[in-house]
């Protein structure tokens, strides 16, 4: 299949959204534009708000609520301060950067700050091992690509050894765009063999790495110790109390434990204790789906007769009509932990953490010991989601510490999000002008969907709620809230940011504290507060960014930080923080809106500069920004680029990214296409 062998919903009907009609098919099989997933009758907070000054008097709250912002905090040692007469200095001692201005979206660069400069890493289709080729462009096969970098790079970390000369990359293919890897066809083998070497693009690649000192660039290194790749056909085990459950068995799968391949991962982490975790996001469209029970209807509205890329004609597996497979899309969905330590270790799939679009899992040790996972269900008016390991985390560096924290994301209990917010009804108008208060914020809880293992949801099994947690989450009056992407809890201070790429079909009707812009084509981050504890249940929030172009959107706020002094910005989707504990967003559809290739932005979170948005480095035509890695102390950043010139073809590309050759040389891997990369940008 290429682009041209399908049908894409014009321009017209995206820019609802975030993305082009390219990324609307490929990513996420038009999921926007379809029935809405989540028909359930959970109330919007406009209906509840009345209720939240007495809960707050029962708390015992202030007027400002539990969120606990230290407005008044000193600024810490390093941090920007706003530069007189409205400067754009920012960045720490070892990061400072003056902020780019946006770059307009025809612009086929990657743009960093005056001082630094930047180079791939690895591009899709550089080889992993000796006696794979180089990508040759026109020669493509499944064989080679299963040994190559793979496409659409999101998560990404880059995990240096003790010594700092070497390390480790990691990186997931979220999917594929083949209408820039291939010319078109109509032939009925060729596109077959497409199948096949698109099922190898996917999943993740392993790096070693190596370089000269602290500071300076990585070079990836050929036939390195933990090289490897795991793509959709590589085995994963199933762990937890819905493995091995009659909702997971397929005719390939008896015991319901093994599970061949991962797909659509999107946002993940890096554990305390050294592993990956990476979230199946649109898993939906790998399928030919069938969508004739309530529990399929909750993933994906609407049948359809084909996959995305028509996989089912290759691998029966991807047919959900067929009774022998019709649990095969169970089985996909969740968060998955690979150790990039261990090339021959076999990945897992932790049933445990719930089955939904997963963006990414991001976790932090609480302070009873226990690993804490938060995670947003990325799909318009889903929800945002908790797990609290049954077990403690063992910070020492043993073999039986290791074994025992590579079992803890196995047990536990699944939590979802229910927001209140704190403002009179008539003072959140959906225009994002502030309440009387000057905040959005309020309380929340942590609603139980499993306790000590077991399903606390009337009439639902343990494994029901677990493969099933959209359902299960319903029942309980979870907040449908604006597309959760990256959930991430600030390792220096325990508050967790929440980023909500946007929500364009909020309505008057449904809009509350927590979402209250109507059409939210922009998108917010919420800054989360646990009162109870990091594995409790309670929690305090307030909105720390509405984005968009200040400069043409009535409805942004930085924090209480002056509009005119800040970079617009719009569709936060990963978050990341550097040692000072500043957060940093990467951004997905500002292209769309308001006109600027997506980017990479600072946010100091204390002190005089919170709130203010500053650009850091610009990706090229049609890309999303994704990563991102911060090395402040080393004056280094990380971003994975991915789907550079999706709106061109093979023979009219948009991008030439990263190569910018003329032609292409396969002897060399040097392609005259755009291929997704991972870059890095040092100090010059």
């Given at each position: 299949?290429?682009?041209t062998d ?27 534009l ?29 007027a ?48 960093v ?10 591009r ?14 026109d ?5 080679a ?30 999917y ?7 010319p ?14 698109f ?39 199933l ?56 529990g ?8 359809s ?11 029966p ?38 089955r939904?679009?997963?963006e990414?899992?991001?976790v932090i ?29 063992d910070?020492?560096?043993t ?22 917010g ?10 994002g ?34 493969v ?14 604006d ?13 967790v ?12 009707a ?13 998108g ?29 959107d ?10 005119e ?9 990963n ?22 290739n ?15 948005v ?24 990380f ?8 709106e061109?073809t ?35």
């Amino acid at each position: 299949m290429t682009i041209t062998d399908i049908q894409l919903l014009p321009m017209a009907d995206h820019v609802r959204g975030k993305r082009s009609p390219v990324t609307c098919h490929f990513k996420c099989g038009n999921a926007c534009l379809g029935p809405e997933c989540n028909t359930s009758s959970n109330p919007a907070f406009r209906e509840i708000a009345s209720a939240a000054l007495s809960r707050r008097a029962l708390l015992g709250l202030g007027a400002a609520g539990a969120v606990g912002i230290a407005l008044a905090a000193a600024t810490p040692a390093g941090t920007a301060v706003a530069a007189p007469g409205g400067g754009a200095s920012g960045g720490g001692a070892r990061l400072p950067f003056d902020a780019i201005s946006p770059v307009p979206k025809i612009v086929d660069d990657f743009t960093v700050p005056a001082g630094y400069t930047w180079a791939p890493i690895i591009r899709w289709g550089d080889p992993l091992f000796s006696g794979v080729p180089a990508l040759d462009f026109d020669n493509q096969t499944p064989e080679a690509q299963a040994g190559q970098f793979g496409y659409n790079c999101d998560y990404l970390d880059v995990i240096a050894d003790r010594s700092g000369r070497t390390g480790v990359l990691v990186n997931n293919h979220e999917y594929v765009n083949p209408g820039i890897m291939f010319p078109a066809t109509s032939d009925a083998a060729e596109l077959d063999r497409r199948a096949a070497i698109f099922k190898a693009a996917h999943g993740f690649s392993v790096v070693e790495l190596r370089r000269s000192k602290l500071g300076r660039p990585w070079r990836y290194l050929v036939d390195g110790r933990r090289n490897r790749r795991i793509t959709a056909d590589t085995v994963f085990e199933l762990t937890g109390p819905a493995a091995g459950t009659d909702l997971v068995k397929t005719a390939e799968d008896v015991e319901g434990r093994w599970v061949k391949g991962t797909l659509g991962n999107c946002a993940g982490g890096t554990t305390p204790w050294g592993t990956v975790l990476s979230g199946e996001e649109n898993f939906d469209g790998y399928f030919a789906w069938a969508a004739d029970t309530a529990g399929q209807k909750r993933y994906r509205a609407t049948p359809s007769a084909k996959s995305t890329y028509t996989f089912e004609r290759i691998d029966p597996r991807f047919d959900a009509h067929d009774a022998g497979y019709v649990n095969e899309p169970n089985r996909f969905g969740w968060i998955v932990e690979i150790d990039p330590e261990d090339p021959s270790s076999t990945p897992r799939k932790h049933t445990a953490m719930g089955r939904f679009k997963h963006e990414g899992a991001n976790v932090i040790i609480a302070e009873d010991g226990r690993a804490v996972a938060y995670m947003g269900d990325d799909q318009t008016n889903d929800y945002l989601y908790k797990f609290v390991s049954k077990g403690t985390y063992d910070p020492k560096n043993t073999p039986v510490a290791r074994r025992k924290n590579l079992g803890l994301l196995s047990e536990g209990d699944l939590y979802v999000a229910k927001f209140t917010g704190n403002s009179p009804v008539a003072e959140i108008t959906g225009t994002g002008a502030l309440p009387a208060d000057g905040l959005f914020d309020g309380t929340g809880q942590w609603i139980p969907l499993t306790q000590n293992g077991e399903s606390v949801i009337p009439g639902m099994t343990t494994q029901e709620v677990l493969v099933f947690t959209r359902l299960a989450a319903d029942t309980v009056g979870a907040t449908k809230m604006d597309r959760p992407e990256d959930v991430q809890p600030n390792p220096r201070t325990g508050k967790v940011y929440v980023a909500l790429t946007n929500n364009s079909s909020r309505s008057l009707a449904t809009i509350d504290e927590a979402n209250p812009v109507t059409g939210n084509r922009n998108g917010h981050i919420i800054e989360l507060t646990e009162t109870a504890g990091q594995s409790g249940t309670a929690f305090g929030w307030s909105i720390l960014l509405l984005c968009g172009d200040p400069a043409v959107d009535r409805n942004t706020y930085f924090a209480g930080f002056p509009k005119e002094l800040v970079s617009p910005i719009s569709c936060p989707d990963n978050v990341a923080f550097d040692s000072e504990g500043n957060l940093w967003i990467s951004t997905d559809g500002a292209p769309s809106k308001i006109g600027f290739n997506d980017g990479l932005f600072k946010v100091p979170l204390e002190g005089p500069d919170r709130g203010r948005v500053q650009q850091f480095l610009s990706v090229p035509r049609d890309a999303e920004t994704c990563g991102p890695v911060i090395h402040d102390q080393e004056g280094m950043v990380f971003v994975a680029v991915q789907h550079p010139g999706e709106e061109g073809t093979v023979d009219a590309p948009t991008s030439y990214f990263p190569d910018y050759v003329p032609s292409h040389r396969p002897d060399s891997g040097l392609v005259a296409a755009p291929r997704p990369s991972v870059v890095q940008v040092w100090r010059a």
